[in-house]
């Protein structure tokens, strides 16, 4: 008899994650059918212990466009909908979910800042965009307002060391024009 492993859930208006938590998962299959059938099955421990699932979810799905990952600790499915709009729950049957299937908080944004986020970022979906990889080693460590610092040291006197070490008075001209 196979077991069924922790699952979390969240949704947008137009599309599902399901984020399955199975440390070592090995021999991971995955079925998605466009009326909504999800099926998952997979091995894992010493004793390669069988683990499934089977549901219906709530509505269609459009299944080319759905994405899975497997990572080392989880699995994560990212499904889109056929339609978009708000689901009441995941599964298409109604009463109280199974005790392994849980709600991702952290993934999780209600329908009303789901709009507001669309309508801040102008629709773009930042979502699946991976920022780790983005370079940020060359951030400029000067302060914006360094133009104005510039205007500020215009006639002032500032010190100098010359190759001796000695000190001397430079005057330090401003490169802005009046």
């Known amino acids: 008899m196979s077991r069924h492993p922790t699952t979390k859930w969240a949704q947008r208006s137009d599309k ?26 997979a091995t894992s421990g010493a004793e390669n212990i069988p683990y499934e699932l089977d549901f219906e979810l709530f509505d269609k799905v459009n299944v080319d466009e759905s994405k899975a990952a497997v990572g080392l600790r989880t699995i994560c499915y990212l499904v889109k909908k056929a339609e978009k709009k708000w689901w ?8 109280k979910p199974p005790v392994y299937l849980k709600v991702d908080w952290d993934k999780w944004i209600d329908e009303d800042e789901d709009d507001e986020k669309e309508k801040k970022f102008g629709g773009m979906d930042f979502d699946d965009m991976d920022f780790s990889k983005l370079d940020m080693n060359g951030v400029d460590d000067e302060p914006d307002d360094a133009d104005e610092d510039d205007a ?10 010359d ?10 001209a401003s490169t802005s024009e009046p």
């Open 152 to 161: 500020d040291m215009e006639g002032a006197e500032a010190k100098a060391e």
């Open 163 to 172: 190759e001796d070490g000695k000190v001397e008075n430079a005057h330090v």
């Open 16 to 41: 599902v994650y399901i984020t399955i938590e199975l440390p070592d998962a090995k021999d991971v299959k995955f079925t998605l059918q466009p009326d909504g059938r999800f099926y998952f099955s």
């Open 88 to 95: 009441s729950r995941l599964l298409k049957t109604a009463g």
